[in-house]
T-cell receptor, first 109, second 116 residues
Framework: LAKTTQPISMDSYEGQEVNITCSHN???????ITWYQQFPSQGPRFIIQ???TKVTNEVASLFIPADRKSSTLSLPRVSLSDTAVYYC??????????FGAGTRLFVKA | NAGVMQNPRHLVRRRGQEARLRCSPM?????VYWYRQLPEEGLKFMVY????????ESGMPKERFSAEFPKEGPSILRIQQVVRGDSAAYFC??????????????FGPGTRLTVL
């Protein structure tokens, strides 16, 4: 499975937009890009998934350029409760899912 | 519709004892995954099971660890003769049957194992 690279940590303030970029230079044709969120002492939670261009749901937006070698998770107007670890993953139609170290987002008041 | 259930939430064992971790998937889900997470690290895949079958156990240590998902009842992750290095959070996830492109996995709250 292709590897992903994302920043170890990020800080932000309440009300700001946060963009977390993930690099996946060796993404395969069949790979989908998926983001999970994990709060302390909880299991991860699916946020959003995309294949190309832009995907938006009630929680976040996912921007994927044409070459698909990177992706950006965008969280609009973050709040303190968005403090969590965010994981960028790649997987095909198979079931094995590889989590990296993730990005620790800390939102300050 | 209850989510993924794991029990116990916290488990303390002494070195050499056995640990049994249970996972009940979401209703209608036939795929179960186990992950291990050390403090300040990401989740490490251990094993993927379907009912009565181990599909992928490439992340499971060859010794002392075993997993099952019987036709009836929860999935069990069993660790024999625990050592201090087994102390971690163990998460179970489930997904519905069929081959899905998005493969969203639903995670339980985890079991925190502490080996004294």
């Amino acid at each position: 499975l292709a590897k992903t690279t994302q920043p170890i940590s990020m800080d932000s303030y309440e009300g700001q937009e946060v963009n977390i970029t993930c690099s996946h230079n060796n993404i395969a044709t069949n790979d989908y890009i998926t983001w999970y969120q994990q709060f302390p002492s909880q299991g991860p939670r699916f946020i959003i998934q995309g294949y190309k261009t832009k995907v938006t749901n009630e929680v976040a937006s996912l921007f994927i350029p044409a070459d698909r070698k990177s992706s950006t998770l965008s969280l609009p107007r973050v709040s303190l409760s968005d403090t969590a670890v965010y994981y960028c993953l790649l997987h095909t139609g198979g079931f094995k899912t590889i989590f990296g170290a993730g990005t620790r987002l800390f939102v300050k008041a | 519709n209850a989510g993924v259930m794991q029990n116990p939430r916290h488990l303390v064992r002494r070195r050499g004892q056995e640990a049994r971790l249970r996972c009940s998937p979401m209703k209608g889900h036939s795929h179960v995954y186990w992950y291990r997470q050390l403090p300040e690290e990401g989740l490490k895949f251990m094993v993927y099971l379907q009912k009565e079958n181990i599909i992928d156990e490439s992340g499971m240590p060859k010794e002392r660890f075993s997993a099952e998902f019987p036709k009836e009842g929860p999935s069990i992750l069993r660790i024999q003769q625990v050592v201090r290095g087994d102390s971690a959070a163990y998460f179970c996830a489930s997904s519905p049957p069929g081959v899905l492109t998005n493969n969203e996995q639903f995670f339980g709250p985890g079991t925190r194992l502490t080996v004294l």
